[in-house]
């Protein structure tokens, strides 16, 4: 399991934190939480998603929890990957390095739309949640992080 | 033209099969390429996880023979000090050790159980070793741990039953971080879920494990009786 999915979650984990010692605990982290709760991993349609997002979890927590002034890298040095297609580049470069100014639901859902690119649908299927609340959400994030993205149409609320 | 997003691309580039990503960049030249440079980024240079991680799988491995051994030294202990007590003209070989300063070829123990050193008590079922990450490198303690300034230490906790325990380093400025939060936990060996990092102006202190009551105990008392204690020193 660590060798197939071990270095694309370590490079998650420097991304979102730009601390190598931060990274490392978060990895750590995550083991631990494997090894608490790894069964929930064999139900996961997606092992890989699963994983990302225990990471994800892992390093936000470290980042918010702040005990230690992190050393930021710059992005360049923790990003040889790069965006990937469809996802805009000056976006997601905003939110990684800003992560810290936002709210804890605000980091996971920044995460999801402009680093990992999920349409607003994806990210709120994935959240359990409206999709109108996830444009809301969206729209707050944009203006915290000033980003002059082209918003996404707004949705109105459908009766149920 | 709409893309799958990042997590789905580098999911095919692993190996799995979401729904409809294979066709997409059977046909999408971006697609391949970000798969593509996902696969290199694979083959790339790791960092030094990984023997961490292997600590925790090396240890759950080694966790049926290390449960022997917690259940033979206990007794190879008890027996010596019978054999103590029986003979009271001779010294006790704890007691009448000297306090060398400790060094790491002294007390780093590759796997198995060490005699106690002095500051060092062990309780019950109950056994305490710490990682000290320096430079990459890493050394076992089961004595006091020489410090400096940027290592890592990280608590390997042995049980040989299911116990509830609470693990902190108190340090002598009277500063207190909890590495193994309170809970329950199954006999075998468990690494802490924190680990603590030395500052830049570090003080001594003292690790301990044990019971969380005596353990908030000492921390207002600085009085560690009934529990494993390792002591940190730092370095000249």
Redesign the interface.
């Known amino acids: 399991m ?1 060798r ?5 979650l ?2 998650r984990c420097r991304l979102l934190l730009r601390d ?2 931060l ?3 978060a ?3 995550l ?2 939480v494997l ?1 608490r709760r790894g069964e929930t991993l064999r139900e996961a349609e ?4 699963w994983l ?1 997002r225990a990471a994800e979890r892992a390093s936000l927590d470290l980042l918010r929890r702040g005990r ?1 002034v992190r050393d930021a890298l710059p992005l360049e040095d923790v990003d ?8 805009d580049a000056e976006a997601r470069r905003a939110v990684l390095e800003s992560l810290e100014r936002l709210e804890p639901d605000e980091q996971h859902l920044a995460v999801m739309l402009f ?5 607003q649908s ?1 990210a709120a299927e994935e959240l359990g949640v409206s999709r109108v609340t996830v444009n809301k959400r969206a729209s707050q994030i944009r203006l915290q992080l000033r980003l002059g993205l082209a918003a996404e149409p707004s949705v109105q609320e459908v009766p149920s | 033209m ?2 799958p ?7 095919l580039a ?3 099969s ?1 729904a409809g990503a294979a066709d997409h960049v059977a046909t ?1 030249e ?2 391949r390429a ?1 798969v593509e ?2 696969r290199t ?2 083959d ?1 240079p ?5 023997p ?2 292997g600590r ?2 090396g240890a ?1 491995r080694r966790r049926r023979s290390r449960a022997f051994a917690t259940v033979a030294v206990p007794f190879a202990i008890a027996a010596s000090l019978l054999l103590v007590l029986k003979r009271p003209e001779a010294p006790a070989p704890i007691a009448s050790t000297p306090s060398a300063p400790p060094s790491a070829s002294a007390t780093e123990e590759p796997l198995a159980m060490a005699a106690p050193e002095p500051g060092t008590r062990f309780k019950g079922g109950l056994s305490l070793a710490v990682v000290r990450e320096r430079g990459g490198d890493q050394t076992r303690f089961t004595g006091a741990v020489p410090v400096r300034s940027g290592d ?1 230490l ?1 608590l390997e906790v042995a049980l040989d039953r299911t116990e509830a325990i609470l693990a902190a380093v108190l340090g002598d400025d009277g500063s207190w971080l909890e590495l193994m939060a309170e809970g329950a936990r199954d006999a075998g060996t468990h ?1 802490s ?3 603590a ?1 030395v500052d830049a102006s570090p003080t001594g202190g003292v690790i301990v494990v044990g019971r969380a009551e005596d353990v908030r105990r000492a921390r207002a008392t600085r009085d560690t009786r009934g529990l494993t204690t390792i002591r940190i020193e730092v370095e000249p």
């Open positions: 660590y197939r999915y071990g270095p694309m370590e490079r190598d010692t990274a490392e605990d990895m750590q982290e083991v631990a090894l997606s092992p890989y998603r990302c230690r040889a990957l790069g965006p990937a297609p469809g996802v680093v990992d690119g999920l349409t994806e | 709409s893309h997003n990042a997590i789905t691309l580098e999911a692993l190996g799995e979401p999408c971006a697609c970000y440079r996902v980024e694979m790339a790791r960092s030094n996880v990984v961490l991680v925790v799988e759950a890592r990280r690494l879920e924190r680990s990092r």
